[in-house]
């Protein structure tokens, strides 16, 4: 069983990208990382830090339920530039490290088509 998210634009050829639940949780990690926090730390993840503390237009993807909603054209827009600032930052050249790009480079082609049709995108 996996995640998938996709844009709720009833269009079967839109792009969509998926996980295991196990490898969205390592790319969030991660990503939480490049942000400059620790994930397990927050709330909902095991944590007691409040997301309210942490300055990052990720959260609400970071901190998103897992298999359920959606977000608003809005959210896809602000989030993303900024997996799209990360693409373009130097990162060691290790199977993990190109791993999350290629993650990150097809969530951000889910996002662009969210942003372009105005619609949500879809947790699935």
Same mark, same amino acid.
Request: proline residues 8%.
């Given at each position: 069983?996996?995640?998938?998210?996709?844009?709720?634009?009833?269009?079967?050829?839109?792009?969509?990208?998926?996980?295991?639940?196990?490898?969205?949780?390592?790319?969030?990690?991660?990503?939480?990382?490049?942000?400059?926090?620790?994930? %397990? &730390?927050?709330? $909902?993840?095991?944590?007691?830090? +409040?997301?309210?503390?942490?300055?990052?237009? @990720?959260?609400?993807? /970071?901190?998103? %339920? &897992?298999?359920? $909603?959606?977000?608003?054209?809005? +959210?896809?827009?602000?989030?993303?530039?900024? @997996?799209?600032?990360? /693409?373009?930052? %130097?990162?060691?050249?290790?199977?993990?490290?190109?791993?999350?790009?290629?993650?990150?480079?097809?969530?951000?082609?889910?996002?662009?088509?969210?942003?372009?049709?105005?619609?949500?995108?879809?947790?699935?």
């Amino acid at each position: 069983m996996g995640l998938m998210l996709f844009p709720g634009d009833d269009d079967v050829t839109s792009p969509d990208v998926s996980w295991s639940y196990t490898g969205f949780s390592m790319l969030r990690t991660w990503l939480a990382q490049v942000e400059g926090f620790v994930l %397990p &730390d927050m709330v $909902g993840f095991g944590g007691d830090r +409040q997301w309210s503390s942490v300055s990052t237009t @990720l959260a609400p993807l /970071l901190h998103h %339920p &897992d298999d359920e $909603g959606d977000l608003t054209p809005a +959210q896809c827009a602000a989030i993303q530039p900024r @997996l799209e600032a990360i /693409l373009g930052q %130097p990162q060691p050249d290790d199977p993990v490290h190109r791993r999350r790009l290629e993650d990150i480079s097809e969530l951000v082609s889910v996002l662009r088509v969210c942003v372009d049709k105005d619609v949500q995108l879809i947790f699935g």
